[in-house]
């Protein structure tokens, strides 16, 4: 690992890597590729052409110089889906400042600590989020500027960092890292993913080739923009380098995007299974015009083969698979593949380069077509979290390769079917909760003696959280209401706390001693 880390692939790789073409001289600031005259951008009542957007990006990335942002530095970007987040990301990575994407649902657990890890430089906030105030919050936190979209208060308005282009000083570097994309997270803390310039510029690219993206593609974002999803699988970024128009929603419902889709004739979208869920709903009773829709991309968690079957009938449109994670790997069914493979496998390795071994506890390859622990090195893959030695021993093999955490088997094709999962995560319908996290802010609260969480299988959400909780002798037990509001004190993301609570006297142990929380799960299936 180098003093500011960064884990680096081996040399011998990366001399491969350049030499097969995978790596170019490539920087996320020069992504916007599209026609000057074109639609680059649809936010709200703004109409930004790739022209405008080059300029608003070269004018905000002066305005973060002026404030003493540079190359090398990290600040922390939490906005909700705005042309502010999407020219805020460009300013920074054309000025080689890292891009930290905290998602508008952290609060200030979150949102500290990652000030803290990344030693920001700024925090770029919203003035709101419904009834919360992310400038209430910013007065709390250690960086030296607070830039707010919106009403700034006493912060930095976004808008008067647009101020006249200069040259930037110092240009990044294709291998420097070019933003820092947050991981779901297994343990106590979030953990930070550092993708650098070229290797998040080919996994934009390659995506885009192989979800067919051209200067014609119409793409809503439904997503938070801050995902690695939506913003480069394909996502936004894909979009800007092959020509074509973004097109943001502030949501998934279909009260918000449909009338986009119609409005704007959007061609694809990005989404989790639950929105997919209630897409297939809505089309009885909704009455926008939705045959502009060509390909809907669902990934995040698992999506049901009967459900892939229905989009093409229900929707009108092709489906996709998409199983990818923040920390590189991307697994795509191609638009050509049999509608068997679309339908039950959540796709193949977007690259030649990826490589992958599906293997059993004692890290030996199982049987072609057997269920393993995914483990995964490549191009466009991390080598180590963020300065986290520690994990990243435990999180890696010793030759490289990511330990994922998820439980698949590999068909003769290449394609992966995702059976389980053996990480310590609650998949919430996209959303990643640690249970570690969650139970280490349980055991603050004064009646809990003991915690563990777990995941319980739920039709729309894939899983709900469930906290088993010991409680304190002559300790009152905590209702669920009252459980939420102590997470909420303690500035946990609401979409982390638990949906259920069983109050259990011990709880069940492995031979080893461990909780067994396969055992707890099972005390609550009939
Ligand atoms: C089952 N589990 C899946 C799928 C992700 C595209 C799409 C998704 C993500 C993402 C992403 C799954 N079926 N189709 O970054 O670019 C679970 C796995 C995986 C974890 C990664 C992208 N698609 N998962 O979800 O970093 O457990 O990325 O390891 O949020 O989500 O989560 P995340």
Request: proline residues 7%.
């Amino acid at each position: 690992m180098t003093a500011d880390g960064f884990t680096p692939w081996p040399a011998d790789l990366a001399a491969r890597y350049e030499a097969e073409g995978y790596w170019k001289d490539a920087l996320l600031g020069d992504v916007l590729r599209g026609d000057p005259s074109r639609t680059a951008l649809v936010a709200g009542s703004e109409r930004l052409t790739y022209a405008d957007l080059d300029r608003r990006a070269d004018r905000t990335a002066a305005g973060f110089l002026r404030l003493g942002v540079r190359r090398g530095d990290r600040v922390v970007v939490q906005l909700a889906n705005s042309a502010g987040f999407v020219v805020t990301f460009l300013a920074l990575v054309r000025i080689g400042a890292a891009p930290v994407l905290a998602l508008p649902a952290h609060r200030e657990s979150e949102i500290r600590y990652l000030c803290e890890l990344a030693e920001a430089r700024a925090y770029v906030c919203a003035d709101r989020d419904g009834d919360f105030d992310y400038r209430a919050m910013a007065r709390t936190l250690p960086v030296e500027h607070v830039v707010v979209e919106g009403d700034a208060q006493e912060f930095t308005p976004l808008a008067s960092l647009d101020i006249d282009p200069v040259d930037v000083p110092e240009r990044p570097a294709p291998s420097d890292i070019g933003v820092l994309l947050l991981s779901g997270g297994t343990t106590g803390l979030p953990k930070l993913i550092p993708r650098t310039h070229r290797d998040y510029v080919y996994n934009l690219e390659a995506s885009a080739e192989v979800c067919g993206f051209t200067s014609e593609t119409v793409y809503l974002v439904v997503l938070p923009a801050a995902h690695n999803f939506a913003l480069a699988c394909p996502g936004i970024l894909g979009v800007f380098a092959t020509g074509g128009t973004v097109v943001l929603a502030p949501s998934g419902s279909p009260d918000e995007a449909f009338p986009l889709i119609e409005r704007e004739r959007a061609t694809v979208c990005a989404v989790v299974p639950p929105i997919a869920l209630l897409w297939l709903d809505a089309v009885s009773w909704s009455d926008e015009d939705l045959s502009s829709l060509e390909l809907l991309q669902v990934g995040g968690a698992k999506f049901a083969a009967e459900r892939a079957a229905e989009v093409p009938k229900v929707l009108g449109c092709a489906v996709q698979q998409v199983f990818g994670m923040a920390e590189g790997l991307l697994n795509y069914t191609r638009l050509d593949d049999p509608s068997d493979l679309v339908e039950q496998t959540q796709g193949r390795p977007l690259s030649p380069a990826d490589e992958v071994q599906v293997v059993d506890g004692n890290g030996t390859p199982v049987p072609p077509g057997e269920v393993g622990e995914l483990l995964t090195r490549g191009p466009y893959t991390l080598r180590g979290y963020y300065r986290a030695p520690e994990h990243n021993r435990r999180a890696f093999t010793p030759d490289g390769f990511y330990r994922t955490g998820d439980l698949v088997r590999q068909l003769p094709s290449g394609h992966l079917i995702v059976e389980g999962r053996e990480k310590d995560q609650i998949n919430r319908g996209g959303d990643k909760v640690s249970a570690e996290e969650l139970e280490n802010h349980l055991l603050a609260h004064p009646a809990i003696h003991d915690a563990a969480v777990v995941g319980i299988p739920d039709e729309v959400m894939g899983e709900r959280t469930c906290a088993f909780l010991v409680i304190r002798e002559q300790a009152d037990p905590p209702t669920l209401k009252d459980l939420k509001d102590f997470l909420r004190t303690r500035g946990l993301a609401a979409y982390k706390w638990p949906d259920r609570l069983e109050q259990v006297d011990t709880f069940p142990r492995t031979p080893v001693g461990k909780i067994s929380k396969k055992a707890l799960a099972a005390t609550l299936t009939p």
